[in-house]
C-alpha cells in the first residue's frame, strides 16, 4: 500500500510552454501533498506544501506564479510550470502524507518527473 | 540557518561487507531523523527513520544510530548487496513528517 504515481515520467517541451504534471495517491487519501525538485547529482529541495481544499504553501525563493498548485482532491495535486524556460529544467517529485491517523506518519514520495525544456 | 549534511559524498564497499553513511545535521529542532534510498532516475524510498529522543533503532539489515550530542546521524547496512547502489540521503523532519529537509546525498557503490 501508499502507492504514490506521477504522469508523466517524462516531458519535453518548448521554452515559453507550461506543462502540467500530476501526482496521485493511489491507494490512500492525502490531505497533504510535497512538491519537490531535485537537479543532478543534488539533494531534493521542497518547493511548496499544499494541503487539500487549500492555497499551497510556497518556500521561500519558489514563484507561486511560476508554480501553480492545485490539490483539489484527497487523491490528487498537480504542478504547472508555466511559461517554462530551460532553467526549470529539473526532476520534480512530489510525496504525499497520510491523512488517516491509524497508519505511520511519513511522506510517501512519487517515482518523480524528468522535465526538459528546449 | 537549518542544515542537514553529510561527510562522505561517495562511499565504495565489497559486496558483503557492512556500509556506513554518516550524517551531521546542524539544527535540532526535529521529530524525526530519516533516511531515504534513491535509485538512479526514481523518487526516494523510505528506509528508516528515528525519532529525535532515541539513540537507536533497528531494521531489516540497517541500524540507525543518533548521537544528539555531536549531532551526528549514521546508517549502517548490514551485508550490503548490489542491490544497495544507490544514493542515500538522511533527512529530518519537523511537525512529525509534515516539513522534511534533505541533506546533501551520499552515492554508495557496491563492488561485487
Redesign the interface.
Given at each position: 500500500g501508499a502507492v504514490v504515481s506521477q504522469h508523466p515520467s517524462r516531458v519535453i517541451c518548448k521554452s515559453g510552454t507550461s506543462v502540467k504534471i500530476e501526482c496521485r495517491s493511489l491507494d490512500f487519501q492525502a490531505t497533504t501533498m510535497f512538491w519537490y525538485r531535485q537537479f543532478p547529482k543534488k539533494s531534493l529541495m521542497l518547493m511548496a506544501t499544499s494541503n487539500e481544499g487549500s492555497k499551497a504553501t510556497y518556500e521561500q525563493g519558489v514563484e507561486k506564479d511560476k508554480f501553480l498548485i492545485n490539490h483539489a482532491s484527497l487523491t490528487l495535486s498537480t504542478l504547472t510550470v508555466t511559461s517554462a524556460h530551460p532553467e526549470d529544467s529539473s526532476f520534480y517529485i512530489c510525496s504525499a502524507r497520510d491523512a488517516q491517523r491509524d497508519l505511520r506518519d511519513t511522506q510517501y514520495f512519487g517515482p518523480g518527473t524528468r522535465l526538459t525544456v528546449l | 540557518g537549518e542544515s542537514v549534511g553529510l561527510h562522505l559524498p561517495t562511499l565504495s564497499v565489497q559486496e558483503g561487507d557492512n556500509s556506513i553513511i554518516n550524517c551531521a545535521y546542524s539544527n535540532s529542532a526535529s521529530d524525526y531523523f530519516i533516511w531515504?534510498k534513491q535509485e538512479s532516475?526514481?523518487?526516494?524510498?523510505?528506509i528508516i527513520?528515528i525519532r529525535s529522543n532515541m539513540d537507536k533503532r533497528q531494521g531489516q539489515r540497517v541500524t540507525v544510530l543518533l548521537n544528539k550530542t555531536v549531532k551526528h546521524l549514521s546508517l549502517q547496512i548490514a551485508a550490503t548487496q548490489p542491490g544497495d547502489s544507490a544514493v542515500y540521503?538522511c533527512a529530518r523532519g519537523s511537525g512529525?513528517?509534515?516539513?522534511?529537509?534533505?541533506?546533501?546525498?551520499t552515492k554508495l557503490q557496491v563492488i561485487p
Open positions: - | 531515504y532516475g526514481k523518487g526516494p524510498q523510505f527513520d540521503f512529525g513528517y509534515q516539513k522534511v529537509t534533505f541533506g546533501i546525498g
